[in-house]
């Protein structure tokens, strides 16, 4: 089956500093991939879709000088989040679809949880 | 804007049994898709199943089967024959436009 990777799995980072996430389709193509952030026993939240080439779409309330979203090539995706503070510490995880995909045929990675101390 | 609802945060079931959870959700749009989605506590999301808008049967996916009701509303999700690899976040989604929304979450456990 399709496989998404997240990397790093657990980051830790000072306030005030930038961590970047990155999110791989293994073994297919990801024209479009999606950013969620989830708090401790919460829902997922979607936070932007971006598609390969161009810019990201943002939901309402997500601060996209905040949060860049580069989606450069088919098969990565990666999520900047500039001057970090202790409330953007959350689970943060992407999906990816692919070039055949059917609309709502979403693959999941395994999640990336960030502290931000 | 589309909402969904999960309104049991934690179920209980006992092994070999059955249990549903529940799910509605609001729009005014009359062409999309639902999902039921299963969190362990890897935290890697899992597809349990889906449910075309347009399709009147209801979706069933080995031992988990859905009953959707569209004029209701409603999408919910039985688990028959629980199994303690069941026990798990349970999230149900709508998705149009190629987005997913995400209920709250129910956290189902599973008692041997």
């Known amino acids: 089956g399709a496989v998404v990777s997240q990397h790093p799995s657990r980051v830790i980072c000072k306030s005030g500093t930038s961590v970047k996430i990155e999110c791989r389709s293994l073994?297919?193509?990801?024209?479009?991939m999606f950013w969620y952030r989830q708090f401790p026993k919460q829902s997922l939240m979607l936070m932007a879709t971006?598609?390969?080439?161009?810019?990201?779409?943002?939901e309402q309330g997500v601060e996209k000088d905040k949060f860049l979203i580069n989606h450069a090539s088919l098969t990565l995706s990666t999520l900047t989040v500039t001057s970090a503070h202790p409330e953007d510490s959350s689970f943060y995880i992407c999906?990816?679809?692919?070039?055949?995909?059917?609309?709502?045929?979403?693959?999941f990675g395994p999640g990336t949880r960030l502290t931000v101390t | 804007a589309q909402t969904v609802t999960q309104s049991q945060p934690e179920m209980s079931v006992q092994e070999a049994e059955t249990v549903t959870l529940s799910c509605t959700y609001d729009?005014?749009?009359?062409?999309?898709?639902l999902f039921w989605y299963k969190q362990p506590p890897s935290r890697q999301m899992i597809l349990v199943i889906r449910q075309e808008a347009y399709k009147q049967q209801n979706a069933t996916e080995n031992r988990f089967s859905v009953n959707f009701q569209k004029a209701a509303k409603s999408f919910s999700l039985k688990i028959s024959d629980s199994q303690l690899g069941d026990a798990a976040m349970y999230f149900c989604?709508?998705?149009?436009?190629?987005?997913?929304?995400f209920g709250q979450g129910t956290e189902l456990s599973v008692k041997p």
């Open positions: 729009t005014s749009e009359s062409d999309y898709y």
């Open positions: 971006s598609n390969e080439g161009s810019k990201a779409t943002y």
């Open positions: 989604a709508y998705g149009q436009g190629g987005k997913l929304i």
């Open positions: 073994d297919f193509q990801a024209t479009t």
């Open positions: 999906s990816a679809r692919g070039l055949a995909g059917a609309l709502y045929e979403q693959y």
